[in-house]
């Protein structure tokens, strides 16, 4: 569907290359401070888009503005009909006091039979059926990322939306969970949209990454992002010496604060392959 400050209409479901979701020269004003400014972005059926930034980015702010749980100040967001979103939160409450199942949570508000909760739970690599019946707030970090999977893949998603999904989860379970997420993408043929801080992980699982600090700094294939003079400001130079290099044309610069500088101020920085 297509929503705008303006009013709306819609634009037929997508094809396997098509967008599920986008927003076009989406700002968001709260008081008199900017959050986003100018913003585009989508996410196409079977892509992986990864939106990354620092604290106070405006990451949240764009989830909600695509979820449709914000409306832009200026710009349009466009969904297809019907689309069917899974969402993963970042952080959930688990209270020991109040022992809901694992098998309560993933039912609530929903009636899946056993062979789907099964075949979800396959899909999300718990392959111990028992985990159902264990309390929530006595699962592992890892376990409860893969539950939040299965809760969202438990809606059919057509796109799903993962936030940091490797909260909680220790170093050596973090590739095995982005190559789940690739796995499930292939497997339903959604398009994933998921907001991360791990970038040496992002970098090897992603098709598109979006590095956004309230405007897009950049995006691309990660090669390329992770060489602009944008991604380097905000992550340092030593994450970008670890990844590929890339020719790349960047047509702004910030200032200390990261403000975008006017195009008269800023400078034009080519990059060549290595």
Known sequence: MFFSKHGGSAFSAPEQDEILV?????????????????????????????????????????IRVLLGIVRPHLGQVRRVPG??????????????????TVRRFLTLGTKPSDRKLDSTLHDVGLLDRGILEHA???????EMRRV????????KPD??????????????????????????????????LLVSHDLHIV?????????????????????????????VALFGAQIAFERAVYQHHHDHRHDALGEPMPPETSTDHRHGTG
């Open 203 to 231: 970098m090897a699982a992603t098709d598109t990454v979006v590095c956004l600090n309230r405007h897009i700094c950049c995006t691309g294939h990660p090669q390329v992002v992770t060489r602009d003079p944008a991604f």
């Open 148 to 155: 939040l999977l299965a809760r969202a893949l438990l809606r």
């Open 83 to 100: 689309l069917r979103i899974g969402y993963a939160p970042q952080h959930i409450q688990r209270d020991p006091i109040f022992p809901m």
């Open 136 to 142: 929530l707030a006595e699962i592992s970090g890892g």
């Open 159 to 192: 796109l799903l939306v993962l936030d940091e999904p490797l909260a909680g989860v220790d170093i050596s379970s973090q590739s095995r969970l982005y190559r789940l997420i690739a796995n499930v993408r292939d497997v339903h043929g959604c398009g994933v």
């Open 22 to 62: 986008q927003a076009c020269r989406v700002s968001v004003r709260l008081g008199r401070h900017d959050v986003l400014q100018d913003v585009d972005i989508a996410v196409r059926k079977g892509e992986i888009v990864t939106l990354i930034g620092l604290n106070g980015a405006g990451k949240s702010t764009l």
